[in-house]
């Protein structure tokens, strides 16, 4: 079911007194905003406002959503106080629902992954058992979560959690509303759940926080990562140390094997007594921290000006919570699931070691009849100023008609397709990121990956990292050999390949080149394999491989 889309910007009004300041967080399909309540006296108070799409549902049952969240909310804020978010109101507007929680004195997990990418094993047993305790006192009530994900959890200094999102499972048809990355694969088959699903969420947090990546990447869009989820094998956990045994008996696919909340908790308490003082660092990210504390209400310099000086991650990005420079990075350990070509062509999922890229100021790769691309001389574009939407070039940059250029806040250029837009992004702090852009409408895409851990031959990084996991696919198939290069004077490597992705045989080109002092970017182009050699296609690859350009490089 296709998931209602709402186009917001700061200073808009939900239900007419809410304002919308500053994005803390994203996830799939869900946005965190802080935001200030106008409607609470002459004095505005700080909130926030958490924005879900809806999907598309004829029997109307969405209807109901709102009235569901805050009376579920009420019960579990009984149970546990002070370790459930207070709802304070939810509506429904445009098919988006809203939900306002009183301000939290926390940091939302996600972003400390963001920031800190790993934790040790002792923190996330700390973590994970007070996501427990909120856990049981929900099943023990019959009430079951189903959407819990790093998002939904804010960590406050003493690492005591709060937990949102209660609620808005069964409120709608949709087996997962947010983050499909931590269902669990009954929600994936769209089948009845129950306490289980928490418990596969719970072992999926833990993986994180300790791998640094989810144990199921998002692919973009959510069926194609529900599918992942349900039918890909779980990579084992290569950082977990004593907390392995208990992550892998949570991620059992047959939910009726999974362990028990009480041997999972005796399995956290274990971990936790091996070590007491190596969890005790701070908890919540420093810049976060000087940020949040920055705005609580009362606070002297609690003001949007306050947000936005106190942090820039506030401000950032994060499809998954965490991309991991295991995953879709060079010079990282092999991680992600599987290398699965995305079902949405390109790079809804960039595979481990994709951490090379192109710059638009040197040679460009020019396919040929057989799909190689070719090197040859390509002119320097024009510098452009920046600008977090495409804008269009200057008449020196000469650009095929139809393209305009985009300048990316992260640092980097690119002409794309006039119709085009930013799909996705995943980031991990400074260390990586990666950006998707694409079209409704048109199955091509294009995947930015940016890794400042990468390894010395660019060669090595597709042949030992990517390949190995885009073959557990079983119908990959390698095109040609693994090209060594030059790229603007810089050693670069291109691979290319078909797979199957979501029901279409596609076809990638990927070229990913060093920038220096471990940096390095990537390029991968796919479209559906019966659309390669289209005039459109090949004039595509050839323009991202002429005009991408990293600003830093």
Partial sequence: MAMGRAH??????????????????????????????????????????????????????????????????????????????????????????????????????????????????????????????????????????????????????????????????????????????????????????????????????????VEGRPPFRDRGRPENTLKGVDRLPLRTPMRAGPLAQVVQGLLRKDSRERLTRQVVREALTRALSEDPEAGLGSVAAPRLRGAYAAIRPGGPAWSRRTMVAGTALAVVTVAVAVLAATQGLPGGDPGGDTAESPPRPPATAAPPGEGTGQDGTGPSATPNPTGSPTTSPAPSPTPTSPSPTPTPSAPATALPAGFIRYQAPEGFSVALPEHWERLDTDRQGDLAYRVVFGADGDDRTLAVTYSARVGPDPVAVWRDDVEPNLKQAGDYQRIGEIRATTYQGREAADMEWRADAGGTRVHTFGRGFLIGEGRSFSLRFTTPDADWEDKASQEALRTFLKTFRPDSA
């Fill in 8 to 209: 917001v910007s700061t200073h808009h009004l939900v239900a007419g007194r809410y304002r919308l300041l500053e994005i803390i967080q994203r996830e799939t399909n869900r946005i965190c905003w802080y935001a200030e309540d106008l409607g609470a006296g002459e004095i505005s108070r700080p909130c926030l406002v958490t924005q879900v799409g809806l999907p598309d549902d004829p029997v109307g049952t969405e209807r109901r959503t709102a009235a569901r969240l805050l009376r579920t909310s009420e019960t579990m804020a009984l149970l546990r106080p002070g370790r459930i978010a207070t709802v304070v109101d939810a509506v429904e507007e445009a098919g988006t629902l809203w939900t306002v929680n009183e301000w939290i004195d926390g940091t939302p997990l996600g972003e400390l992954l963001s920031e800190q990418g790993t934790f040790n094993y002792v923190r996330a047993a700390r973590i994970g058992l007070e996501v427990l305790d909120v856990l049981d006192a929900a099943h023990a009530e019959g009430i079951t979560h189903a959407e819990l994900s790093p998002g939904q959890v804010f960590v406050r200094e003493d690492q005591s959690v709060v937990v949102t999102g209660f609620g808005l499972a069964g409120a709608t048809l949709a087996p997962r509303l947010t983050a499909p990355a931590y269902a669990s694969p009954e929600q994936a088959r769209d089948q009845r759940i129950g306490p289980a699903a928490d418990l596969w969420a719970l072992g999926a947090i833990l993986y994180t926080m």
